[in-house]
């Protein structure tokens, strides 16, 4: 069953060890297949498990145990973004579209892009307590201060640069 009580998923998730990671790992891919709704990606605290571990099921299989995003380039806007703990919620946040992320099968890092980099970046946000709701932007007006604190028009800022 998928958590979604806001409070226990703001809580930081303690680091894993790998015969300990293996156990989660197929909890985790059980509960994403037969979610209800389908979802790219799931969280061990989503499933109350406290471990920092969680998978990415794109076009990609990735498997994350005690990860860290170590580097992040290109902030994007990702329109309708959700989340298996809100269902029928969608929306607009801020992402990265390219993230290095460290962790015990990756020691010298992995570059994901695009998708992969955003439900990577939502996953492991959950692990360290954090919601797709921490990274809520509002779509400024045209010729507004874009969102981003760069001072520029949104127009001459992000307007237009999309994850899709």
């Not at 406290?50 to 145990?65: F, G, H, M, Q, W």
């Not at 990860?67 to 029928?88: A, H, K, N, T, W």
């Amino acid at each position: 069953m998928i958590i979604t009580n806001k409070s226990e998923l703001e809580k930081v998730c303690s680091d894993t060890s790998i015969i300990e990671a293996h156990k989660t790992l197929s909890l985790l891919e059980q509960s994403l297949t037969n979610s209800k709704t389908p979802g790219v990606g799931l969280a061990a605290n989503q499933i109350g498990i406290d471990a920092k571990v969680c998978i990415i099921r794109t076009n990609s299989k990735i498997d994350l145990v005690n990860p860290v995003i170590v580097e992040q380039y290109d902030l994007m806007e990702f329109e309708r973004e959700g989340c298996l703990s809100f269902p029928g919620k969608y929306i607009l946040t801020k992402r990265y579209n390219e993230i290095l992320v460290k962790d015990l099968w990756q020691p010298a890092g992995l570059i994901l892009v695009g998708m992969d980099a955003v439900v990577a970046q939502h996953e492991i946000g959950h692990l360290y307590g954090k919601t797709m709701f921490e990274y809520q932007i509002e779509r400024p007006q045209v010729n507004s201060v874009c969102w981003c604190g760069s001072g520029r028009k949104y127009k001459k800022c992000h307007m237009n640069k999309l994850i899709r």
